[in-house]
């Protein structure tokens, strides 16, 4: 296995640009570090680059311009090696309603592809261990349609985490659930941060939740607007309001973007 040192920063982008179809700028010189043992949230308006920058990071889009390190490497020189570290689950993931697989069996899954040999007793030990950190053992023999939308969202977490990564990322992980599965489903983030010494990034619209996870704050709208302790950000009514302005701007572009596109879904005044 590769070696990672406390020395490297978890995460490290560098003059990062991204252009869809070769014309459409989606991540304008995206540079920052996250260290170890931070929890980092990343907030941006609809449109932002968000899931873009963790495409880019995980080497899902390997035509960016900069550089993408993860624990001192770049990714795409080593993306199989270093994924090995990485648990991540995406925006709207899921898994099909009826897949014939009970929950211990898709945690599983995220041992698939590991870059060394493993025991089917460790491989057991592994998918127990990861049902127990987000409080799933006694679900182990259901079904996914069995569960509510916040267990379903820990079984995806447990699966991200079943191979033990150093990092985790989270892309808007509570969208569709309801507030108190939400605040379930917080206190498990801390306790993966906290406990499990996990360094993660989170990817979330809901700022009051990242003003109280997240030790780091990166404000992305396309280019980084803000990178840095998370209670700075926070503690800045000036930054909150321009954040806060730009947010409704981009909403209003998307609204107006929509509308050009699908004119028979506006109804007449």
């Known amino acids: 296995m590769h070696s990672i040192t406390s020395a490297n920063p978890i995460v490290e982008i560098d003059h990062l640009s991204y252009w869809y179809d070769s014309s459409v700028l989606s991540l304008d010189d995206i540079s920052f570090r996250m260290e170890q043992a931070d929890l980092l949230g990343i907030i941006g308006p609809n449109g932002a680059g968000k899931t873009t920058l963790f495409s880019c990071i995980l080497g899902i889009l390997p035509d960016y311009r900069g550089t993408v390190k993860l624990f001192g490497k770049e990714i795409m020189k080593n993306r199989k090696a270093l994924l090995s570290e990485v ?11 009826s897949f014939p697989a009970n929950i211990a069996e898709i945690v599983s899954f995220g041992l698939l ?138 909403h209003l572009r998307l609204h107006q973007f929509n509308a050009k596109s699908n004119p028979q879904q506006v109804p007449s005044a």
Not at 87 to 97: K, L, R
Not at 175 to 199: C, H, M, P, V, W
Not at 204 to 232: E, T, Y
């Open 87 to 97: 648990g991540y689950v995406p925006q709207h993931a899921s898994i099909e309603q």
């Open 113 to 250: 592809g590991s870059i060394e040999k493993i025991s089917r007793s460790y491989a057991k030990d592994q998918v127990f261990k990861a049902m127990q950190i987000v409080g799933l053992t006694d679900k182990k023999d259901k079904r996914f349609n069995e569960l509510s939308g916040g267990q379903q969202q820990r079984v995806l977490i447990a699966k991200a985490m079943v191979h033990n990564p150093k990092l985790l990322i989270l892309d808007e992980p509570t969208s569709g659930i309801d507030q108190e599965t939400q605040d379930k489903f917080y206190d498990l983030i801390r306790k993966l941060n906290a406990e499990e010494k996990i360094s993660i990034i989170l990817s979330s619209h809901d700022l009051d939740a990242v003003s109280k996870l997240a030790n780091k704050v990166a404000c992305i709208n396309r280019k980084m607007h803000f990178h840095g302790d998370a209670k700075d950000f926070f503690g800045d009514e000036n930054m909150l309001k321009t954040y806060y302005e730009s947010a409704m701007q981009a």
